[in-house]
């Protein structure tokens, strides 16, 4: 019987807020962008970003731009947990 491979994701990211765990960097910008409490509105406010939204599509664009911030310092919103 073959035995099936399992293959760790160790690479995840971390929001440096709370620290919830996202699997794609996108979905951690959306929920920098999204999250409607303090600290996540002054990080926003910060990053000359609205520190809050209206629509969906609002969220959207917000975190458009977060992604771009985070990627310029990608190490800082990383971790690495054991799958
Ligand atoms: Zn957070």
């Not at 209206?54 to 977060?66: G, Y």
């Amino acid at each position: 019987m073959a035995r099936r491979k399992v293959i760790a994701v160790p690479l995840r990211y971390k929001c440096p807020l709370c620290g919830k765990h996202s699997r794609k960097l996108r979905n951690l910008a959306l929920h920098i962008a999204m999250k409607k409490d303090q600290v996540h509105k002054d990080w926003r406010r910060r990053h000359g970003l609205p520190e809050d939204y209206k629509t969906r599509k609002e969220a959207m664009s917000i975190a458009k731009s977060i992604e771009k911030i985070i990627r310029q310092d990608e190490e800082k919103y990383r971790t690495y947990v054991e799958a």
